[in-house]
């Protein structure tokens, strides 16, 4: 079993939609839940992080950690053609190594 | 624009040369990452500094070979490339707080390295 678990997609949304990311991950000891954002041809650009459990929240974005479900969530509000990117979660215990979801592939259609 | 640097960002080069990818944060990070990215994958772990020591060496083949100088820069020497080392190189760095975790990672836009 992976570590993380992350629907590839493609997903294709009209813009201003509500768009839901989602992953799920096996470790309990994990503490920090990261989002980032790449771009094609970029690097990942990291987009919000919680520590532990609980809700984020920056202008579009929040992010939800469900810690007993092991279960992570990002919602973008009001879906811009400019969040056409791809999405990865990635996740850690505080330890040199980050665990990566394989990324979901979003579309925003004007 | 990234607070990590990388140069250069398209590096063309034969199986039979030797190169070097430079990183460059200066955040005040004190563990620096080297990840090795395929079109459509997750960034793959290759090297972790902290405290400008090498802490992890993700069996990476011996034609990579990276280089801490200081806390600010990361090397990554490059020889005898195989084709298939083609992908995209990208370089993290992150805080380590008082308590020796290390903090979310902030990356770089990557070196495209192609080897004919």
């Known amino acids: 079993q992976k570590e993380v678990e992350q629907d590839p997609g493609p997903l294709s949304v009209p813009e201003g939609a509500i768009v839901s990311l989602n992953c799920t991950y096996s470790?309990?000891?994990?503490?920090?839940f990261m989002w980032y954002r790449q771009y094609s041809r970029k690097g990942p650009e990291l987009l919000m992080y919680?520590?532990?459990?609980g809700n984020k929240e920056d202008g579009r974005f929040t992010a939800q950690v469900d810690k007993s479900s092991k279960y992570i969530s990002l919602f973008i509000r009001d879906s811009q053609p400019s969040d056409s990117a791809t999405y990865l979660c990635?996740?850690?215990?505080?330890?040199?190594?980050?665990?990566f979801g394989t990324g979901t592939s979003l579309t925003v259609i004007p | 624009d990234t607070e990590v640097t990388q140069t250069p960002k398209h590096l063309v080069m034969g199986m039979t040369n030797k190169k070097s990818l430079k990183c460059e944060q200066h955040?005040?990070?004190?563990?620096m990452y080297w990840y090795k990215q395929k079109a459509k994958k997750p960034p793959e772990l290759m090297f972790v500094y902290s405290y400008e020591k090498l802490s992890i060496n993700e069996s990476v083949p011996s034609r990579f070979s990276p280089e801490c100088p200081n806390s600010s820069l990361l090397n990554l020497h490059l020889h005898a490339l195989q084709p298939e080392d083609s992908a995209l190189y990208l370089c993290a760095s992150s805080q380590v707080d008082l308590g020796f975790r290390n903090q979310p990672q902030h990356f770089g836009d990557g070196t495209r390295l192609s080897i004919l």
């Open positions: 919680t520590y532990s459990s």
């Open positions: 470790n309990s000891a994990f503490q920090y």
């Open positions: 955040m005040g990070h004190r563990a």
């Open positions: 990635a996740m850690s215990g505080g330890g040199n190594q980050f665990y």
